[in-house]
């Protein structure tokens, strides 16, 4: 049988692809189970196995049978391991990661530093819940954030994920403000939780048929110029919002990611957002950048909104903060911060110490290995690459090329020299890389789109290996 992603399942909508690579040799593999194909390319196992249950299809049967069909899983294959960039599936293949579990392992799997914070922490305490006794890794984490996040007065507070974090940063501008209003953009992602499924800007598929959005909530279309919508035309949508739909005076919160994740990796124009500020600040609305997906050096700063010369309200954090323990947060203007009630924030796991451990060396390994300028050289990397690949007839036709630091991303095509999103053949191709041994991520409004998430700590010979992997899972098999 084939292991390997047909493509026809999607995460965020995200699709990727766990794929073999014969190395190191695979000793359970059921050659029973393998095509020739199969076969020829994992070669090094002549290991029959004896363990049926330790194959990937085994496991995907039994997950099939236990786990409903709404969690999707992009790759048929089961983890066994990971290091850095690296991963090896439970019958011994070899992946280089170029998703990073959607842009969380910025620091790689297990690195050092995290992995003995965390063994250290647990050696105190697991859980208490700051609601009922304090603890240090949790102070220590919001001072170190607020002292490098871009607002002048900054209190913060921490969460399990980042639906939590954005949910939660917009219960903080509704206290603030007194007002019930959110603005956010078509293409938007931000949580399936009631509320940001609300505000996610794409029905399909994560709003279940028959789930209305939340009254209040108003999408923008995002600008994308290539795609037919200016920066124009999103001020002019925003103001038409606020003459049909509700008075600037009752929205609480613009809320905007810097660079859409799950909707394309399209970049928020720098006067857009400029804009949207001084719109904000006309009328006492809280401007909340979503940082779940870019934050934490991805962009080559700590924050993306770094790029925008502005102070944003709110900052909803989550995914690399911990370095693969699940903590999200909100930083924000103390201001804002402390419009809640006592009582009013919180959650029993929210800001669990091992994750806070975690996420303290997080930062550090951000400033000691320079994450950010890294991040910067192999976005640079990776758009050259991309670039070149483009130019030859012998691949599939690309569209736009973008990246902001090393969150990098391109369309796919129907025809060269045009925009029209070719979704099938962003199936195609992940599906490809998946079977070459590398993780891809598609993401965008269209489906067209494939996003490099490297962590950014990849040696260079890894991130070449991957981008080869890349270029050859690109090829038109037309050619
Ligand atoms: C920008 C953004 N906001 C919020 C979320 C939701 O985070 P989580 O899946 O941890 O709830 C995501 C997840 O991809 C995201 O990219």
Redesign the pocket.
Known sequence: MNIFNSGSVAT?DVRCAFNRHPEPPLPLMEQAELSNEDKATTSLSTDSGSDANSTNAAWLARRQAAVPRGVVTGSSAFIDKAENAEIWDIEGRRYIDFGSG??VTNTGHRHEKVMRAAAEQSERFAHVAFQVIGYDVYVTLAERLNALAPIEHAKSLFFT??????ENAVKIARAHTGRSGIITFTGA????TLL?MSMTGKAVPYRPKGTPVLPGIYHVPFPVPHHGVTEEDSLRALHNVFKADMSPSDIAAIVI?PVQ??GGFYQTPVPFMQKLRSICDEHGICLVA?E??TGFARTGKVFAIEHYGIEPDLI?I??ALGGGFPI?GVIGKASIMDSVEPGGLGGTYAGNPIACAAALAVLDIIEEEKLCERADRIGARMIDALNRIKSKNTSRPIGDIRGLGAMVAFELVTERGTNTPDPDAVKAVISKAGELGLVLLSCGYWGNTIRLLAPLTIPDEHLEEGLSMLEAALVDPAT
């Open positions: 965020h959607i842009a994920t980042g639906a939590e974090a954005t992602f931000h949580g399936r940001t990611e994740g799950e979503d779940v997906q909803p989550a995914k999200s």
